[in-house]
């Protein structure tokens, strides 16, 4: 079984909505959490780490994480075109070895 | 600063031929990751190195797969002999040790006929 599981697998949003990505890890290891971001053609660009509970915040993006349920979540406001892209979350418990999920297809209607 | 560099780009390789991938990761950086992706598979780990040591060699990409890192700043990904299943992206990724962030190159597109 996957040890990083995101949903949903895809999500379309009119531009300037809410998007909203789930992660749930299945390793109570895990302490570093990460969100990456891919654009078509592209490699991975990290938007955020979080490694620790709550809310984080960066612009337009918040993160959350609740370890205790090993639950994060990824929020983009006022999502625009050039958001559509590729999101994985990201977990790691031993400080190298990172565990991605499958991702999920954003998609940002003008 | 430059950022992670792989090339070539695209690589277009009968079956049975090797081929050899090359990575430059960020200056400074200690740790060096291989990856291939795919879309049913995702992300999957094939190669970790740590200031040059391998720390972790991909299990099940163990036959045909071989990473090296002769130098801090220069790593190969040799696939031999390629199979039609080996076709994937292939990502480098450095970072300046393991809980930092991963900062990935463009990676290589493979496509064996």
């Known amino acids: 079984q996957q040890k990083v599981q995101q949903s949903p697998e895809s999500l379309s949003v009119p531009e300037g909505g809410m998007a909203s990505f789930n992660c749930t890890s299945s390793?109570?290891?895990?302490?570093y959490f990460w969100w990456y971001r891919q654009h078509s053609g592209e490699g991975p660009k990290a938007l955020m780490?979080?490694?620790?509970?709550g809310d984080k915040k960066e612009g337009r993006f918040t993160a959350h994480l609740n370890k205790a349920s090993l639950h994060v979540s990824l929020h983009i406001r006022d999502s625009q075109p050039s958001d559509s892209a590729l999101y994985f979350c990201?977990?790691?418990?031993?400080?190298?070895?990172?565990?991605f999920g499958k991702g999920t297809h954003l998609h940002v209607l003008p | 600063d430059a950022g992670v560099t792989q090339t070539p780009r695209h690589e277009v390789a009968e079956k049975g031929q090797t081929i050899i991938l090359k990575c430059e990761p960020v200056?400074?950086?200690?740790?060096l990751f291989w990856y291939r992706q795919t879309k049913i598979q995702g992300l999957e780990l094939l190669s970790y190195?740590?200031?040059?040591?391998?720390?972790?060699d991909g299990g099940a990409f163990k036959d045909r797969f071989k990473a090296e890192m002769l130098n801090s700043s220069f790593s190969t990904l040799k696939i031999q002999p390629t199979e039609p299943k080996d076709s994937a992206v292939y990502l480098c990724?450095?970072?300046?040790?393991?809980?930092?962030?991963?900062?990935f190159g463009p990676g290589t597109r493979l496509l064996v006929l």
């Open positions: 990724a450095s970072s300046l040790q393991g809980e930092d962030t991963q900062y």
């Open positions: 390793d109570r290891n895990f302490q």
């Open positions: 780490s979080i490694f620790s509970d």
């Open positions: 990201a977990a790691s418990s031993n400080a190298y070895k990172v565990i």
């Open positions: 200056s400074g950086h200690n740790d």
């Open positions: 190195f740590r200031s040059k040591s391998l720390m972790e």
